[in-house]
């Protein structure tokens, strides 16, 4: 009666879907996912890629939530609402493969020698399904399910030997990658417990190349945390709430800000960070001796620009989108293809008039002088000058925004990551009310 | 539902002791007082034999003696999936294990520092080379004791009583969902605590989800045995993800036990049994433990005669069928 799903489900049509930003590994192109529909733009030739897709369904049908580069950038996924996912391949960007899930998706991931895609899904599982095109049909596998949580995040240590979830229940946990993906992923190796709310996201910061890499987190109790995910000893709190910056955001009232997004800097050293209903980007540097997180820079976009999502790419260079979408809730009980198909077109046309911006941060070469040792210090690019310039604008943005329409689009998405994430608080009163039109408790006051 | 109700709803088994202790007035026992009034008819025919017994404890005044079962009836069943609203510790380290077993921390230093979670972690992650369990030296477990016997739905408390005076020397703790059936279990082992001073001081009780915060409250490898006695049967098949058996919490299970820790499973409904069993042989982190081994375990007969529920069984001559495992390194 009180399962899992139900207790999610009332509320979610009125959801708004946050624009994602991915960069594909080599830096030659961005994609900009938002309600239902992919954005793609090739940063080489310099235009918009159209993607072409043979599979069925075609096309998203509801607001994906998830997409991922593999590490070579020969696949790419996405994932959401409509319980597909997608596999495609990146050279000629077509659709390889799309299979159906029975319950929505959160996150995607691959394995590092690229052999696997990895998806979690609302019921708190980790399923599998390799990337290799075969004859057969494909059955994703389960790899392992955190018990009643959704799962937040899923991500692939860069020596490959562990995925690590996170989840709704404050909880990180760290799975060994099993020898054959096929048969699960029994072995539990740590969990990184502490975090005070529902976990958002991680990431990995360090060199790849040392082995040394540790795990960050961001939750709903507004800090990062440094783990050492081997043992799942905590080594660092970074609490986003002393921040000035964040603190003087005037933008809204100042209730704890949940940490929404993290993306790790190419040599591991930055940690770019974004906050709910906050308009700028956090920038961390990552301290490989002390193993701590210091703040390094507060970049503040616009009064207006609450960015969702955030990419670093291969030159360092920050890829910020700020947007959302309505997401049109199908629901299970869609029967007709005609039905399918209309709500499909509905939510595609949604996602092509859904506006986003843009936004870019870049490193600024060498101070000179006396400011030699602030070495490191981003800035926000001109829009006109611009990596990708008027075309990549035009292509990711999807038309010229009006910067009032994604400010309410985006809080809305944050409101709706709110009422995701955190679980429902009823008043006692309304707790008493539940309780008495449970069955099983009508039965005991019947006899009494 | 009706079968399960009445099941929990039988006076507390005989043997626990007529004799009348003396304990605190129970708070709890003040606040379910009204009820207990509308219940009194009710076992009043049930068992008019031991009405009389415990007539003098439920008319109130200066309430001593071990509590009764009839005091804490709750509800047949908790869904173990739905979200709780219990505290439960961040982590392991915030477990205030001092509050369950005062006598044995007594000599501890008391400061448990925040990073030891991290050095049983790492000890737990070299004991591969240290081939099989991690043996605490006893002059470490004696500083900061650790709980290595968990019972999981641990009912009214019949096993850690039994256990109890086997095994003196190990913390044990029974996980409870059902927020009154804990009450009655901690009561319970307070009285005995009382009545018998020095003893059942290594027991206690925990009201939790065990399908959701075990990792808050023990680290890796930290428990040499589990117990899961005639656990809920959820017979429906849409239901039976809330078995406490699963190939999902089994990793679980795995990660808190040490290598070579023993999981204990038994139960009368043999579908359930089937299920536990081959839900243990494909997890490839447990292996059965042989017949030989059996019998020279000491848990194992308690496992049918220990608690409430086994004890109801036996008394109905039901069969019970058991699957005992053992936790064994990864063969990766
Ligand atoms: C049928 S009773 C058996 C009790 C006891 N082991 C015995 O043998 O008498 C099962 C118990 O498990 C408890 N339980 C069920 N799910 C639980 C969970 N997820 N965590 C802790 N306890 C749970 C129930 O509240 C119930 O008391």
Redesign the interface.
């Known amino acids: 009666?009180?399962?899992?799903g139900a207790?999610l489900g009332a509320g979610v049509g009125d959801m708004m879907a946050p624009a994602l930003i991915s960069v594909h590994p080599d830096g030659s192109c961005v994609v900009v996912a938002i309600g239902a529909g992919l954005r793609i733009f090739d940063l080489l030739r310099n235009e918009q890629v159209v993607v072409s897709d043979e599979t069925v369904p075609a096309r998203h049908g509801e607001a994906i939530r998830a997409i991922s580069f593999n590490d070579k950038g020969n696949f790419f996924s996405s994932a959401g609402d409509d319980k597909l996912v997608k596999l495609w391949n990146t050279e000629s960007w077509s659709c390889i493969k799309t299979i159906r899930l029975p319950k929505k998706v959160t996150s995607v991931a691959f394995s590092k020698d690229s052999k696997w895609v990895l998806f979690a899904d609302k019921f708190g599982a980790v399923y599998t399904l390799p990337t290799a095109v075969k004859e057969e049909k494909d059955e994703p596998a389960q790899l392992?399910?955190?018990?009643?949580?959704i799962i937040t995040d899923l991500e692939v240590t860069s020596e490959g030997k562990y995925i690590v979830t996170s989840d709704r229940?404050?909880?990180i946990r760290v799975?060994?990658f099993?020898?054959d993906p096929l048969?699960?992923a029994?072995?539990?190796w740590?969990?990184c417990?502490?975090?005070?709310s529902f976990v958002t996201c991680t990431a990995f910061v360090g060199s790849q190349t040392s082995g040394q890499q540790l795990l960050v987190s961001g939750s709903g109790d507004s800090t990062v945390r440094l783990w050492?995910y081997?043992?799942?000893?905590m080594l660092h709190v970074f609490d986003t709430n002393e921040l000035e910056a964040v603190r003087d955001d005037k933008t809204v009232d100042c209730a704890a800000r949940a940490v929404i997004g993290l993306s790790v800097s190419p040599d591991g050293s930055i940690v770019a960070v974004l906050l709910e209903r906050f308009t700028g980007v956090l920038l961390l540097e990552y301290d490989d001796l002390g193993k701590r997180l210091k703040h390094l820079q507060s970049i503040i976009l616009s009064e207006h620009v609450v960015p969702t999502s955030l990419a670093f790419d291969v030159a360092s260079r920050l890829w910020i989108v700020a947007g959302a979408a309505e997401s049109i809730e199908l629901g299970d009980q869609l029967v007709t293809p005609e039905e399918a198909a209309a709500a499909e077109a509905r939510a595609q046309m949604t996602a092509k008039m859904a506006v986003a911006h843009v936004r870019l941060i870049v490193r600024c070469s060498g101070a000179v002088g006396q400011d030699a040792e602030k070495a490191a210090h981003y800035e926000l690019s001109e829009k006109e000058s611009m990596l990708g310039g008027e075309a990549l604008l035009s292509t990711l943005e999807g038309g010229r925004a009006d910067s009032g329409e994604v400010a309410v689009a985006a809080e809305a998405a944050e409101q709706a990551m709110r009422k995701l994430m955190s679980?429902?608080q009823y008043t006692l009163q309304e707790?008493e009310n539940r309780k008495r039109f449970r069955?099983?408790?009508k039965?005991?006051r019947n006899e009494? | 539902?009706?079968h399960r109700?009445k099941k929990y709803s039988t006076v507390f088994h005989e043997e626990t002791e007529k004799d009348v202790l003396f304990a605190r007035a129970r708070k709890i026992s003040a606040q379910l007082s009204q009820?207990a009034m509308?219940d009194q008819g009710n076992g009043a025919r049930e068992k008019g034999k031991k009405r009389t017994e415990h007539s003098t404890i439920a008319q109130g005044g200066d309430q001593k003696g071990l509590p009764r079962k009839r005091f804490y009836r709750a509800?047949?069943?908790s869904?173990?999936?739905?979200?709780s609203?219990f505290p439960v510790p961040?982590?392991?380290c915030e477990c205030d294990w001092k509050e369950h077993f005062p006598a044995f921390f007594k000599d501890a230093t008391g400061e448990v520092e925040n990073?030891s979670?991290?050095t049983e972690?790492?000890k737990a992650?070299n004991r591969s080379s240290e081939n099989g369990a991690i043996v605490p030296s006893s002059q470490a477990e004696k500083l900061e004791p650790k709980v290595r016997f968990a019972d999981v739905g641990c009912g009214f408390g019949g096993l850690l009583v039994k256990l109890s005076v086997l095994f003196p020397d190990k913390l044990m703790v029974g996980m409870e969902l059902r927020d009154k059936v804990s009450e009655y279990v901690k009561e319970r082992i307070h009285a005995l605590r009382v009545k018998h001073p020095g003893q059942y001081e290594n027991i206690s009780c925990l009201r939790t989800n065990a399908?959701?915060y075990l990792?808050?409250y023990f680290e890796?490898g930290q428990l040499e045995k589990m117990f899961f006695l005639f656990p809920d049967p959820h017979f429906k098949e849409k239901n039976h993800r809330r078995r406490i058996i699963s190939?999902?919490?089994?990793?679980?299970y795995?990660?808190i036990m040490a290598i070579g820790g023993i999981i204990y499973t038994i139960t009368d409904v043999e579908e359930l049994g089937e299920w536990m069993k081959s839900n243990l042989d494909a997890?490839?982190?447990f292996e059965p433990v042989s017949e030989d081994e059996l019998d020279q375990d000491r848990c194992v007969e308690l496992l049918s005669s220990a608690t409430e529920e086994g004890q109801k069984v036996a008394r109905n001559s039901g069969e019970t069928f058991r699957a005992i495992y053992r936790r064994i390194e990864?063969g990766?």
């Open positions: 009666m009180e399962d899992h207790s392992l399910a955190h018990c009643c949580s229940d404050f909880k799975s060994v099993p020898a048969k699960g029994p072995e539990i740590s969990y417990l502490g975090h005070t050492d081997k043992t799942g000893k679980k429902r707790r069955n099983d408790k039965f005991e009494v | 539902m009706q109700r009820k509308a509800r047949a069943h869904n173990p999936l739905s979200d609203h961040n982590n392991p990073g979670c991290a972690n790492m992650e399908m959701k990792p808050n890796k190939q999902t919490l089994l990793a679980e795995a990660y997890h490839p982190l990864s990766a």
